[in-house]
Nanobody
Framework: QVQLVESGGGLVQAGGSLRLSCAASGSDFSINGWAWYRQAPGTKRELVAGFTNDGSTNYADPAKGRFTISRDNAKNTVYLQMTSLRPDDTAVYYC?????????????WGQGTQVTVSS
């Protein structure tokens, strides 16, 4: 089994910054892809940023120019650096990993971390 553990959420004023982390743990696995999603109350979960199959990054429009996704393969960890935060960034943020175990690929989700941006 693989677990994703997130950290780094919290309360921040508009214009501030936060860095989210998500670490994968377990045995006999490798990470094929990472992404961050978010879900605000009453809305659908939406993609924020992710790595494409060729290793490049892609961002949803609200995240472009403000958020940066990065990863540390040696630590099986993905990060989301968020700057110039706005109240409409308030949401629960989830990391998502495509995990290879043996011949199969599985999708795992973190438990979510709350980000609240006050005006």
């Amino acid at each position: 089994q693989v677990q994703l553990v997130e950290s780094g959420g919290g309360l921040v004023q508009a214009g501030g910054s936060l860095r989210l982390s998500c670490a994968a743990s377990g045995s006999d696995f490798s990470i094929n892809g990472w992404a961050w999603y978010r879900q605000a109350p009453g809305t659908k979960r939406e993609l924020v940023a992710g790595f494409t199959n060729d290793g490049s990054t892609n961002y949803a429009d609200p995240a472009k120019g403000r958020f940066t996704i990065s990863r540390d393969n040696a630590k099986n960890t993905v990060y989301l650096q968020m700057t110039s935060l706005r109240p409409d960034d308030t949401a629960v943020y989830y990391c998502n990993a495509k995990v290879r175990r043996g011949f199969w690929e599985y999708v795992y989700w973190g438990q979510g971390t709350q980000v609240t941006v006050s005006s």
